[in-house]
């Protein structure tokens, strides 16, 4: 069975960071291309970052480029994210999600964990 | 960018009937466009893709249809678990993937 655990969501000061992670199981982790996606209280889904399989390509959402930095351990099954200069505007509950292999869309997402940037 | 917009906002529907979603993209993404269902409290669950595809395990009540820049998500008979949030996105010009605003099923 696929899933996605979500963990680091905390509450945080404005300008300050936190790293996520995302650990994965029930496939072959290295072979899959992997995304970020968030979602803030009461809002839609926005996308925030994608990695590749082996880390070759990289992209980022305009909203969060030059700040936040994605990463993967194929060894330890796990994605990341690492948020800098946090701002008030990406608090967010955010999901870990698995390219599907045909196209890109999503076929799994962890439950997700819950960002809260604020003094 | 792509932009995605879904109508309605909101659908009010009572157990049983039919619901007909839309979705809009603001140039052709063909047919590589994506329909997710989300409940509160709960990720979203891929439901659709390339437009008219079931996802494994989704029941045949759910279909898609459409491509270029009009899509349509129909739920054939409303069961109490499909209401919940519908999300299109375009995974056809990237990045950044963009997906619609939602659209809210709610109970009549």
């Known amino acids: 069975e696929v899933q996605l655990v979500e963990s680091g969501g905390d509450l945080v000061q404005p300008g300050g960071s936190l790293k996520l992670s995302c650990a994965a199981s029930g496939f072959i982790f290295s072979s899959y291309s992997m995304s970020w996606v968030r979602q803030a209280p009461g809002k839609g889904l926005e996308w925030v970052s994608y990695?590749?399989?082996?880390?070759?390509?990289?992209y980022y959402a305009d909203s969060v480029k030059g700040r936040f930095t994605i990463s993967r351990d194929n060894a330890k099954n796990s994605l990341y994210l690492q948020m800098n200069s946090l701002r008030d505007d990406d608090t967010a509950v955010y999901y870990c999600?698995?390219?599907?292999?045909?196209?890109?869309?999503?076929?799994?997402w962890g439950q997700g964990t819950l960002v809260t940037v604020s003094s | 960018e792509i932009v995605m917009t879904q109508s309605p906002a909101t659908l009010s529907v009572s157990p049983g009937e039919r619901a007909t979603l839309s979705c809009r993209a603001s140039q052709s993404v063909n047919s590589n466009l994506a329909w997710y269902q989300q409940k509160p409290g709960q990720a979203p669950r891929l439901l659709i893709y390339?437009?008219?595809t079931r996802a494994t395990s989704i029941p045949a009540r759910f279909s898609g249809s459409g491509s270029g820049t009009e899509f349509t998500l129909t739920i054939s008979s409303l069961q109490s678990e499909d209401f919940a949030v519908y999300y299109c996105q375009q995974c056809d010009n990237w990045p950044p993937v963009t997906f619609g605003q939602g659209t809210k099923v709610e109970i009549k």
């Open positions: 990695i590749t399989s082996r880390s070759t390509t990289i």
């Open positions: 999600a698995r390219r599907s292999q045909g196209g890109f869309y999503f076929d799994y």
């Open positions: 390339g437009a008219s």
